[in-house]
């Protein structure tokens, strides 16, 4: 089993929808968790950090389930810029960070 | 946030040459900086860690005698590839750590002919 595991899509949708990717993780000691954005042939960059409460950035809100260890983030009236490959990041403690394989999303007029 | 920069952003090069890449902390000091690999629509993969002033250590699977690892400043560290085969052909990406976040450099294409 991958330590961090993601759907890699693609997601397909139209403008406005709302949609959601999961992510697993496989250490129950992981310490922090985020979701990072990476645009083709582009370095990965920080979308947002999750939470165990829970946390909302405009039309972004990540999900901690630690229980079930999973993540999850939702994005609500999707923009045609949203198009990117979303990337779960799992750390596990130190300096051991673990990047899940992606999740494409492509928004479409 | 801060700013990590790469150089160069892609690289051709023939088999069995060595290729150089430098990875720069440009307003922070970082003396951890990791190297990760990413082949097409796959996941990064950490190849190694770089510690300023000591040795790399790196991932299970990785050559540290073919991926030549330098951390010489609190600010620079080098991943040379040498004796580059087709097969090392990927998008090179570095990360420094600054607080709680990773900050990675705009990567190499490296392109082995």
């Known amino acids: 089993r991958k330590e961090v595991e993601q759907d890699p899509g693609p997601f397909n949708v139209p403008e406005g929808a709302t949609v959601a990717f999961n992510c697993t993780y496989s250490?129950?000691?992981?310490?922090?968790f985020f979701w990072y954005r990476q645009d083709c042939r582009k370095e990965p960059k920080l979308l947002m950090s999750?939470?165990?409460s829970g946390n909302e950035d405009g039309r972004f809100t990540a999900q901690l389930n630690r229980a079930s260890q999973y993540i999850s983030l939702l994005i609500r009236d999707s923009k045609l810029s949203d198009s990117a490959t979303y990337l779960c990041?799992?750390?596990?403690?130190?300096?051991?960070?673990?990047f899940g394989a992606g999740t494409r999303l492509f928004v479409k007029a | 946030g801060a700013v990590v920069s790469q150089h160069p952003s892609w690289v051709i090069c023939k088999s069995g040459t060595s290729v150089k890449i430098e990875c720069r902390s440009l307003?922070?000091?970082?003396?951890?900086m990791f190297w990760y690999r990413q082949f097409p629509k796959q996941s990064l993969m950490l190849m190694a860690t770089s510690n300023e002033g000591s040795k790399a250590t790196y991932e299970q699977g990785v050559e540290k005698d073919k991926f030549l690892i330098n951390h010489a400043s609190l600010t620079l560290s080098t991943l040379t590839v040498t004796s580059a085969h087709p097969e090392d052909s990927s998008f090179y990406i570095c990360?420094?750590?600054?607080?709680?976040?990773?900050?990675f450099g705009p990567g190499t294409r490296l392109t082995v002919l």
């Open positions: 250490n129950s000691a992981s310490q922090s």
């Open positions: 307003d922070f000091q970082a003396t951890t």
């Open positions: 990041v799992v750390n596990g403690g130190g300096f051991k960070t673990i």
């Open positions: 990360s420094a750590r600054l607080a709680n976040e990773q900050f």
């Open positions: 999750v939470y165990s």
